[in-house]
């Protein structure tokens, strides 16, 4: 069974930095892309980077120049690097992939920015 697991999130103070890890198992990160998504209280769940098979890589414009999604295979396990962070980051953050058609998600980790 397919398995995404996340962990890293946090409390942080505004301009502050994270790191998330998404391990897979039973999933090859090489061969199929993944994603992370993060969900705000009473907001809905929006994609916030992704990164691709052959390593292209896409953001949020909210996001974008302060995160970044990157890669290990050896590992297989992908990481958003999070820097100045804004108390809107505020969220529950999921790791997600859909090989071979079938939606994957992790359970989750909540990274909170204080102002």
């Known amino acids: 069974q397919v398995q995404l697991v996340e962990s890293g999130g946090g409390l942080v103070q505004t301009g502050g930095s994270l790191r998330l890890s998404c391990v897979g198992s039973?999933?090859?990160?090489?061969?199929?892309?993944v994603a992370w998504y993060r969900q705000a209280p009473g907001k809905q769940r929006e994609m916030v980077a992704r990164?691709?098979?052959?390593?292209?890589?896409a953001y949020a414009d909210s996001v974008k120049g302060r995160f970044t999604i990157s890669r290990d295979s050896a590992k297989n396990t992908v990481y958003l690097q999070m820097n100045s962070l804004k108390p809107e980051d505020t969220a529950v953050y999921y790791c997600?992939?859909?090989?071979?058609?079938?939606?994957?998600w992790g359970q989750g980790t909540q990274v909170t920015v204080s102002s």
């Open positions: 997600y992939s859909r090989p071979l058609a079938t939606d994957y």
């Open positions: 039973r999933i090859s990160f090489s061969l199929t892309a």
């Open positions: 990164i691709l098979r052959d390593g292209g890589t």
